[in-house]
DNA sequence: GCCCAGGGCTATG
DNA sequence: CATAGCCATGGG
């Protein structure tokens, strides 16, 4: 349950802190890490990462280490911004989180900042999830779907309108319907997803490429919008409909790669 | 007090 | 299709 991996190139900072996930806390120079019921903790020297609390294989799953990184960053290097984020991220990789936290986490992410989105959570599995251990540490796994009832239950987590999204998508779906839509064309998968009430394109796309394996999903928020609007279109405003032709044309099959990079990139040079 | 935040839904041109 | 107003809550 403990050991050490070597990767390269690899980042676990830019991985965990690029907005992609949400249960990670920064100790020193170590993460520890909340995925469903799991609870471990990482941290990287050079190419190795030290992790303890967790099976190597788990990790490989995701941090998707069986994808052929180096191919896949080749193939979405279409332009001088895209690789501008690659190099200045290097190392950054595409997780593959658990499909129903995945799901949950996005339905919260609606008109919010990502500080609250983790708050929201944390609210969440106080609430409604199972008591973990790691060491002396207590915690909280990640509710599953028969855990979290009626609104009333989530009081507490704050989550304003967004309450009842998760209620109904817990009486809706639960985490093996989910995975089985991996077997789905991604146009069939998206429109399941959208079927969910509080699921739009976005937080579909969001599921679909952080924990179903839709590497073509390319979610488009506020900061993509305006980045692709800025860099990619002159300045000049379009519609949602043509962004999404254009980067599925210009990106190609692996073009959630490049919304990562691109995300991370906008919303961190933005920043300050 | 006002504005905005990893949106979605609904009612309108 | 594209836009506007609304949704609940917290932080700047």
């Given at each position: ?8 190139p690899f980042s676990l900072k830019e991985s965990l802190e690029c907005g992609q996930f949400f249960?990670w ?48 960053l080749?193939?979405i290097e279409?332009?001088?911004i895209i690789h501008q984020a690659i190099h200045q991220y290097r190392g950054l990789r595409l997780l ?18 990502i ?91 969001c599921?679909?490429l952080y ?7 390319f979610p488009i928020d506020t900061w993509i919008?305006r980045g692709l609007?800025?860099f ?19 990106f190609?099959?692996?073009a959630g790669y490049a919304q990562l990079y691109l995300y991370h990139f906008w919303r961190n040079d933005e920043k300050k």
């Amino acid at each position: 349950m403990s050991g050490q991996l070597r990767i390269s190139p690899f980042s676990l900072k830019e991985s965990l802190e690029c907005g992609q996930f949400f249960r990670w806390t920064k100790i020193g120079d170590t993460y520890l890490i909340q995925s469903s019921n799991r609870i471990f903790s990482l941290h990287q020297k050079k190419d190795f990462l030290y992790y303890e609390g967790v099976e190597e294989s788990f990790l490989v799953d995701f941090f998707r280490l069986e994808d052929d990184f180096d191919a896949i960053l080749e193939s979405i290097e279409q332009d001088s911004i895209i690789h501008q984020a690659i190099h200045q991220y290097r190392g950054l990789r595409l997780l593959r989180q658990d499909p129903w936290e995945c799901l949950l986490s996005f339905l919260c992410s609606s008109a919010k900042a990502i500080p609250q989105i983790r708050s929201i959570l944390e609210e969440l599995c106080r609430s409604c999830g199972k008591k973990i251990f790691f060491k002396n540490y207590q915690s909280y796994g990640f509710p599953e779907p028969s855990s979290i009832r009626t609104p009333f239950q989530l009081k507490s987590v704050k989550a304003g309108f967004r309450i009842d999204y998760l209620v109904r998508a817990s009486q809706c779906i639960d985490r093996k319907q989910l995975l089985a839509l991996r077997r789905l064309p991604y146009p069939e998968a998206r429109k399941s997803l959208m079927k969910l009430p509080g699921v739009g394109k976005k937080v579909a796309d969001c599921t679909l490429l952080y924990s179903l394996d839709f590497l073509e999903a390319f979610p488009i928020d506020t900061w993509i919008r305006r980045g692709l609007q800025e860099f990619y279109f002159g300045g000049k405003r379009v519609g949602e409909k043509k962004m999404e032709g254009f980067v599925s044309k210009h990106f190609g099959p692996f073009a959630g790669y490049a919304q990562l990079y691109l995300y991370h990139f906008w919303r961190n040079d933005e920043k300050k």
